[in-house]
């Protein structure tokens, strides 16, 4: 396959037979790397839940979510989620990232969470924004190392993948211009 442009934007509920498409493509595929969804999830009423909870949270201020597009179809290859923003002293987030089986190896998840780094820091302004990446997920490890991010420590079987508590290590990447 030859290597495309992407582009990234806020989801909407317009991408709700998208985001149906890529989630039914793609769940054995990360299934290992990402928390167990419900059945429900894999359908047209989970995806339209989703889109009302992420709509709730950018309303609230407590999240944003993004897809991740080819520029030459407009095809939905992945999702980057900025989530559990924090206000007041900590001005902080929390990134998580999925890509299309079928794309992977390319650059286009270091691509957008550069694209989405950038709206943390200067739109959002956030100061921190933090990851975590499986030890053994060495291709998470590689988009955030080559995104700027330097790794903290590692945290113990903090979450739940696929029905086993897994060790993350975890990353962050402080915003430059940040005042503090």
Not at 12 to 26: F, M, P
Not at 134 to 163: D, H, Y
Request: charge should be negative.
């Amino acid at each position: 396959m030859e290597k495309q442009g992407i582009y990234i934007r806020e989801l909407t509920v317009t991408d709700i037979d998208a985001l149906l498409s890529y989630e039914i493509k793609n769940r054995d595929f990360l299934k290992d790397t990402i928390p167990l969804k419900a059945d429900i999830y894999y359908t047209l009423a989970g995806q339209q839940q989703r889109l009302e909870n992420i709509l709730t949270c950018k309303m609230n201020d407590l999240g944003y979510s993004y897809g991740v597009f080819l520029k030459k179809d407009h095809t939905l290859i992945g999702t980057i989620d900025l989530f559990q923003v924090e206000r007041g002293p900590l001005q902080s987030a929390w990134l998580g990232y999925a890509l299309d089986k079928d794309y992977q190896g390319y650059g286009y998840t270091t691509q957008g969470v550069r694209e989405v780094i950038e709206i943390g820091f200067n739109d959002l302004q956030l100061h921190r924004i933090e990851a975590g990446a499986m030890p053994r997920n060495e291709a998470s490890i590689r988009v955030l190392e080559k995104t700027g991010f330097q790794k903290e420590g590692l945290s113990l079987k903090n979450v739940q993948i696929n029905g086993k508590w897994e060790d993350h290590y975890l990353f962050a990447i402080l915003n430059p211009n940040s005042n503090i």
